[in-house]
């Protein structure tokens, strides 16, 4: 079957703009996580959801950063007023439930931040 | 001290060589232990998964945990070229909910 798909694959943006990185997960699995990977470094977690609802978003840098998945299915990851240093490689990964904790990752988005 | 340690590298083995990859972690509550293979430019993917003391192998790829040393390995056997890449360790720790903590990750290069 499918695996995790994310869109866009690369987003280049100019400080202070908006964007939105979208997250589709196996199909089945009702936990989704995203993650942030800077270069050279492992991947860091952001916030993840059971269901629509978010079980954790203790990563989440600061209040320029929120997301949702309101139907328990895909996520849409929420940056406003990008800075230089929200560019990275935004990972999301989906497990078949929170008891089974092996995780599955999509492609990634690329953001720049000019 | 960080979470999840691993060696940086790059760990260099020959082609057919035994290539050992080691990572420790500080906190023992952690309960579930993974290793990620990721190539560069792509996203990581789990090879191994293991989740009590001893070993779990599949096919080339054995995975040891030992929980009194806070220490889990993965051991790749019959090393190949296209085993080259980054390997991440991750763990879940308990108190930390269902998120899982990165080592930074060992690059491994196999020499044909």
């Known amino acids: 079957g499918a695996g995790v798909s994310q869109t866009p694959s690369n987003k280049v943006t100019e400080k202070g703009k908006y964007v939105e990185l979208r997250c589709d997960p196996i199909s089945g699995h009702t936990a989704l996580y995203w993650y942030r990977q800077s270069l050279g470094q492992g991947p860091e977690f952001l916030i993840y959801f059971q269901g629509t609802g978010a079980a954790d978003d203790s990563g989440l840098p600061n209040d320029r950063f929120f997301a949702v998945r309101p139907e328990g299915s895909v996520s849409t990851l929420k940056i406003q007023r990008t800075e230089r240093g929200d560019s990275a490689v935004y990972l999301c990964a989906s497990s078949l439930r929170l008891a089974v904790n092996e995780q599955f990752f999509g492609p990634g988005t690329r953001l720049t931040v000019l | 001290q960080k979470e999840v340690e691993q060696n940086s590298g790059p760990l260099s083995v020959p082609e057919g060589a035994i290539a050992s990859l080691n990572c420790t972690y500080s906190?023992?509550?952690?309960?579930?232990f993974f290793w990620y293979r990721q190539y560069s430019g792509k996203s990581p993917e789990l090879i191994m998964s293991i989740y009590s003391n001893g070993d779990q192998e599949d096919g080339r790829f054995t995975a040891q945990l030992n929980k009194a040393s806070q220490y889990v390995s993965l051991l790749i056997r019959d090393s190949q070229p296209s085993d080259s890449a980054t390997y991440l360790c991750?763990?879940?720790?308990?108190?930390?909910?269902?998120?899982?903590?990165f080592g930074a990750g060992t690059i491994l290069r196999v020499k044909s």
């Open positions: 991750a763990v879940n720790i308990r108190e930390y909910g269902n998120k899982l903590v």
């Open positions: 906190d023992r509550g952690s309960q579930s």
